[in-house]
Every structure is written in C-alpha cells, then in structure tokens.
Nanobody, 125 residues
Framework: VQLQASGGGLVQAGDSLRLSCAAS????????MGWFRRAPGKERELVAA????????AYGDSVKDRFTISRDKAKKTVSLQMNSLKPEDTAVYFC???????????????????WGQGTQVTVSS
C-alpha cells in the first residue's frame, strides 16, 4: 500500500487544519488506518486510528475532543480534522495503514506496516 499525505502547514494556536491521506496499490486488505506524529525530541505517538469496516475510532489522550478522524471507503482516503490547535501539536504527522491488525490493537503503531512520507504541522503561539 502506498500512502500520500497532504494538508500540513503553519497555523496559529486555536486554528484548525485538515490532513488527508490517500491510499493506493493493494488496498483491499486494509483493516485500519491511522495518524501518528513525532514531535521534536519525542517518540512517535498515536494521534487517531480508524477501523476500516465499521469506522470505529481511537484517539490519543492529548487530542481527544479536538481532533476527528474519518475515512472514505470508496475513495480509499482517511482524513484528520484538527481543531483548537495548540503549540504542543507541532510535529510531523504520518499516515499509516495496517493489514494485519486485529480490532483490539488497531490503535497500536506497531501493527502498522505501511507509512506515508509525513507532513509537517507547526502551530505558533
């Protein structure tokens, strides 16, 4: 699976931003897709993930109630709507997909085997 992310940029605190990720190639086996991020000096962490068939979602604690993940099964895309952005949201955001995860672990980045190139999100205070 090839993943192409887009939508990053520089915004001010309190602004909104929408990231999109398009999947191509052997997409028939996708079980979940997710967004993860790596901030400077920190480890990569879960932002949000979505179970492909039902649309069930999982979120990192720091983004709950501010970010929303969604998917378009027909277009093979996943989006991340980010509201009320904070400077601590500054990071490189990665889109990922998994064909081997089970429902109980689809939030775990270790089950994701295909990754996009990353898109920078910078939130100024």
């Amino acid at each position: 699976v090839q993943l192409q992310a887009s939508g990053g940029g520089l915004v001010q605190a309190g602004d909104s931003l929408r990231l999109s990720c398009a999947a191509s190639g052997r997409t028939v086996g996708i079980r979940s897709m997710g967004w993860f991020r790596r901030a400077p000096g920190k480890e990569r962490e879960l932002v949000a993930a979505i179970w492909w068939t039902t649309g069930s979602t999982a979120y990192g604690d720091s983004v709950k109630d501010r970010f929303t993940i969604s998917r378009d099964k027909a277009k093979k895309t996943v989006s991340l709507q980010m509201n009320s952005l904070k400077p601590e949201d500054t990071a490189v955001y990665f889109c990922a997909s998994s064909e081997r995860t089970i429902y109980s672990t689809f939030y775990n980045q270790n089950v994701y085997s295909d990754w996009g190139q990353g898109t920078q999100v910078t939130v100024s205070s």
